[in-house]
């Protein structure tokens, strides 16, 4: 079973920054697109950001410019540097296996978890006040 530890959260003000860690087991991760997800209270899960295997990284638009996606395939870890953080950056923070497009670049999808995905991790608290 694929499974993702997420760390690194915390209290900071705006502006601040954090980097946020996900450390995967039970799979070839260096095969993997792997996605940073939040939640926020009384919200849907949203998508962030992903890395694909070769770490071609895609963003959504709300935090392009702001968060930079990386990843270590020989610590199986993927990070999540977060700098300018806002009020509206506040949830909790979760990794997960996302979907591929079947192009030349195998572009990973920020918003699309793998469909049957059910191993959601703890998640890690960003919390983002003044």
């Known amino acids: 079973q694929l499974q993702f530890v997420e760390s690194g959260g915390g209290l900071v003000h705006p502006g601040g920054s954090l980097r946020l860690s996900c450390v995967a087991s039970?799979?070839?991760?260096?095969?993997?697109?792997i996605g940073w997800f939040r939640q926020a209270p009384g919200k849907e899960r949203e998508g962030i950001s992903c890395?694909?295997?070769?770490?071609?990284?895609e963003y959504q638009d709300f935090v392009k410019g702001r968060f930079t996606i990386s990843r270590d395939n020989d610590k199986n870890t993927v990070y999540l540097q977060m700098s300018d953080l806002k009020p509206e950056d506040t949830a909790v923070y979760y990794c997960?296996?996302?979907?591929?497009?079947?192009?030349?670049?195998?572009?990973?999808?920020?918003?699309?978890?793998?469909?049957?995905?059910?191993?959601w991790g703890k998640g890690t608290l960003v919390t983002v006040s003044s």
């Open positions: 890395v694909n295997r070769i770490g071609r990284a």
């Open positions: 039970g799979s070839s991760f260096a095969s993997d697109a």
């Open positions: 997960a296996p996302v979907l591929v497009l079947a192009n030349p670049r195998r572009t990973c999808i920020a918003t699309e978890f793998l469909v049957g995905w059910d191993s």
